[in-house]
């Protein structure tokens, strides 16, 4: 074991389970309607669906196989309700107690915050706010901040501080991070060192699944100090091998890409 790694052994990111909001969005669009009505006042309160529950047990049950040495000895969650109710489902899936390892909700890992589009499908966005789908489309949506929102970027900028973490704090863990689909891109473009370019043609050619898996190992034999090599991305045979359906809706609002 060299003394030089700073990285976790192996990491885990799940995006959350399938959320009442991915459904309300779904029903909105397919209706043609400018709004989403997700039923609670705060993005950050949007439970799971039915479905997304039975998908973090999925999830959970993958774990469970796994020998005691090689399970999630840190779980680190956005503190929305959605992704709280995933990690807390996967763990009592596992058979993993809380209280037995390092569990915390860190607001770094929250969604990407959509500030004046909010609740707004496409139709919305193009019926109240032409402007910013014209200025997204000038400049990308990598650099795109709606007014009291955040672009890419400012995910990635709070990110960057919860790699400081991970390495300060948890080299040689075994860490399972449960957020959101931008969320899990965005790790993927700082710890594969990414273009603006790279990461997109990711995101155009498929959509983060609810409760798939992208995982991290350590390799000591790369670089002077070691790196995590990527293992699996959009990961789902967890799921689908426990018969939970596979979805890929969204998060809300959604602009055309």
């Given at each position: 074991m060299s003394e030089k790694q700073k990285w976790p052994d192996v990491m885990w990111i799940v995006r959350h389970g399938e959320s009442a909001g991915n459904v309300a969005r779904d029903k909105a669009?397919?209706?043609g309607l400018p709004e989403?009505?997700?039923g609670v006042k705060r993005d950050v309160d949007v439970p799971l669906s039915e479905c997304g529950e039975e998908q973090a047990g999925a999830l959970g049950h993958w774990f469970k196989k796994m020998s005691p040495d090689e399970r999630p000895s840190v779980v680190l969650t956005s503190p929305y309700i959605r992704a709280r109710q995933?990690?807390?489902l996967?763990?009592?899936a596992a058979g993993i107690d809380k209280d037995d390892i390092t569990f915390i909700a860190d607001e770094r890992l929250r969604e990407k915050e959509f500030g004046i589009l909010d609740r707004l499908t496409k139709f919305g966005i193009e019926a109240k706010y032409p402007d910013q789908l014209?200025?997204?489309s000038a400049i990308g949506k990598f650099y795109h901040r709606p007014p009291g929102g955040e672009s890419w970027c400012d995910v990635i900028l709070r990110l960057?501080?919860?790699i400081d973490t991970l390495t300060r704090e948890y080299r040689r863990e075994r860490v399972l991070i449960v957020a959101h689909s931008v969320v899990v891109l965005c790790f993927r473009y700082l710890l594969e060192r990414m273009t603006e370019e790279q990461i997109l043609a990711i995101d155009r050619a498929t959509d983060v699944a609810n409760c798939s898996v992208t995982s991290y190992v350590y390799d000591a034999s790369?670089?002077?100090?070691?790196?995590l090599v990527l293992g699996q991305y959009n990961f789902v045979?967890?799921?689908e091998r426990e018969g939970a359906p596979v979805t890929t809706e969204k998060d809300v609002p959604v602009a055309p890409k």
């Open positions: 669009e397919a209706a989403i009505d997700i995933t990690s807390e996967v763990l009592a014209a200025f997204r960057r501080n919860v790369i670089g002077k100090n070691g790196k045979a967890p799921l």
